[in-house]
């Protein structure tokens, strides 16, 4: 299992189609003001979406969709996206904990914007692939 660091950039325009896809149009993804008015550096990514961005790394990692078997997060910090074309990126890693006996590998994950921590908790399980 190749468990490269998987980065994914997160704009405005990502925000807008996941806050139609998921149902979600709270202002603080979408109006600056707002987002400031109420403490927050910015606009910022959803969590469920931030989420999202790290199991589609398990999924890349474990070769496919089906082979995960458990996946879990916390979120600790929010992911503020900038208003220009440029966004920011998430960086995702993983760290094997564990191989079992009956073809489970137990991963670790870090996933990081501009270097802080955006999750606590990041667990998965995937199923090998062989």
Not at 38 to 57: K, N, Q
Request: aromatic letters at 6%.
């Amino acid at each position: 299992m190749d468990l490269s660091v998987k980065t994914y950039r997160i704009t405005r325009a990502d925000l807008v189609r996941y806050a139609g896809a998921s149902g979600d149009f709270n202002p603080i993804h979408w109006s600056e003001r707002f987002a400031t008015g109420v403490g927050l550096p910015g606009v910022i990514a959803h969590g469920m979406f931030t989420m999202a961005l790290v199991g589609r790394a398990v999924t890349e990692w474990a070769g496919a969709p089906d082979a995960v078997v458990d996946y879990g997060v916390r979120f600790t910090r929010p992911v503020p996206v900038p208003d220009d074309d440029q966004g920011t990126e998430i960086e995702v890693r993983a760290v094997v904990k564990e191989v079992t006996e009956d073809g489970l590998t137990r991963l670790d994950l870090t996933a990081t914007c501009h270097g802080q921590k955006v999750l606590a908790q990041a667990r998965a399980t995937v199923r090998s692939s062989s």
